[in-house]
């Protein structure tokens, strides 16, 4: 019997992260999509119902759930929707796309969503509440921390360190033996090279800090 599950958001990135809980029918049934927004309430998404507000996950205790949050405005949104439900771990699924790659022995935290595309190529513990958009690709000796979001394309080479709520646009790089700082954010198609703190918006080639102007 498949799992039910709700996802939390009713934006974009729930669309592919359904489009995704399908693509493994034996695993996941998607109930519904929960939404703080009143305006999307009783609507639909690609046929599945917006039941209501995200508090609505401390009554449908029999479901798993799903965080469907990311902007690289706000790279800790998905952190902070995660710790205003405080959920026990167990109450959140952990999906796998069947086009994803995933080396055996691979760690995947509760929560964490790899899309269509995405590899890990060595054993390593990819951390709570990830999201890997399509064609992430994740090397050997990576360190990914809870909440980070890598989208499409985006590049850690080996032993690349990317830290709690970092935000790595689509298409970006990252050199061998580099750290990505908490809550930073790299920009789309940036080449990192050198340790970025945290906090901070790279961008560019290579990636250097965004001046605010």
């Known amino acids: 019997m498949s799992q039910s599950l709700l996802l939390v958001g009713a934006g974009g990135l729930a669309r592919e992260v359904l489009a995704a809980a ?7 049934t998607v109930r ?3 939404d703080d927004d009143p305006a999307r309430h009783g609507s639909d998404v690609d046929g599945v119902p917006v039941l209501g507000p995200s508090d609505l996950v401390h009554e449908h205790t029999d479901d798993q ?26 109450r959140y699924a952990t999906l796998v796309h069947p086009a994803a790659s995933v080396a055996h022995g691979v760690e995947l935290g509760a929560g964490t969503v790899l899309l269509a595309g995405a590899v890990i190529t060595a054993p390593q513990r990819v951390g709570a509440h990830v999201l890997a958009m399509p ?15 890598c989208a499409g394309r985006a590049t850690l080479a080996g032993g690349v360190v990317v830290a709690e709520s970092a935000y790595l646009g689509a ?17 789309m198609g940036a080449v990192v090279l050198a340790d970025v703190p945290d906090g901070e918006t790279w961008v560019g080639v290579p990636a250097k800090p965004l001046v605010q102007s």
Do not use: K, M, W, Y
Not at 139 to 146: C, E, N, Y
């Open 22 to 28: 399908r693509a493994v029918p034996g695993e996941f």
């Open 32 to 34: 519904g999509l929960l």
């Open 65 to 90: 759930v799903l965080v469907c949050v990311a902007s690289p405005g706000r790279p800790e949104g998905r952190a902070n929707v995660v710790r205003r439900l405080d959920l026990p771990a167990e």
């Open 135 to 149: 064609h992430v690709l994740f090397t050997h000796d990576d360190l990914v921390g809870d909440f980070a979001t």
């Open 171 to 187: 298409g970006s790089l990252v050199r061998q033996g580099v750290r990505i700082g908490s809550r930073a954010v790299i920009g």
